[in-house]
């Protein structure tokens, strides 16, 4: 049974604070992993993806991967109330995507 | 930008009727997913089709489910006879490549969904 664990939050921030966002996985042989942003109510909407150890940064967002530790995890710099959603970790193996709960973020302004 | 349309938004049925959820997914893209996210829980794989036939499907996937791309266009998921438990948003996915791709191009884009209430 694959897992995508994610701290459960809720996760509150002040306006132009790090936000700091961690899954972790089971399945040792995953090869993609990716950050969804899902407001109330509507769809996940791809943020980041990553493939290989290391920091990969875009605009405000750096994702961080370790598959050694099977560690995921997302900073968002700057943060703004616009930013205040769920974001979910999702895993890709074995040609399905499995997501985990979702952290629910707030940005206080 | 392109982007993955379904129709309907929201879909209200009996108990024990057949719903069809229909989805447009973007245009260059070779892979086609369904997802459900029942109201508070995660959201769960479905089923995934490549060249025309299933590539992968999860157990909730049972035969009371089938998925068809009638045409150049639309990618459909069919639920035979609804069950109380069905009621969810339906998520359609597509990607360029699928995950065994390892690179970018297997990101997959989400539709709007649609949410299903079987009453």
């Known amino acids: 049974q694959k897992e995508v664990e994610q701290n459960s939050g809720p996760l509150s921030v002040p306006e132009g604070a790090i936000a700091s966002l961690n899954c972790t996985y089971s399945?040792?042989?995953?090869?993609?992993f990716f950050w969804y942003r899902q407001y109330s109510g509507k769809s996940p909407e791809l943020i980041m993806s990553?493939?290989?150890?290391g920091d990969k940064e875009d605009g405000r967002f750096t994702a961080q991967l370790n598959k050694a530790s099977q560690y995921v995890s997302l900073l968002i710099r700057d943060s703004q109330p616009s930013d205040s959603a769920t974001y979910l970790c999702a895993v890709g193996s074995a040609r399905q995507l499995t997501f985990g709960s979702g952290t629910q973020l707030t940005v206080l302004p | 930008e392109p982007e993955v349309t379904q129709t309907p938004s929201h879909q209200v049925t009996q108990m024990g009727q057949e719903v069809i959820l229909r989805c447009v997914p973007i245009s260059n893209h070779l892979y086609f997913y369904w997802y459900r996210q029942i109201l508070g829980q995660k959201v769960e794989f479905l089923v995934s089709f490549y060249n025309n036939e299933i590539s992968e499907k999860s157990e909730i996937f049972d035969d009371q489910f089938s998925v068809e791309r009638p045409d150049g266009s639309n990618f459909t998921l069919k639920i035979r006879s609804t069950k109380l438990e069905d009621s969810a948003m339906y998520f359609c996915?597509?990607?360029?490549?699928?995950?065994?791709?390892?690179?970018?191009?297997?990101?997959?884009?989400f539709g709007p969904g649609t949410r299903l209430t079987v009453l």
């Open positions: 399945d040792r042989v995953s090869q993609s």
């Open positions: 990553i493939y290989s150890n």
């Open positions: 996915a597509s990607s360029r490549e699928g995950l065994e791709a390892g690179t970018p191009y297997n990101e997959q884009f």
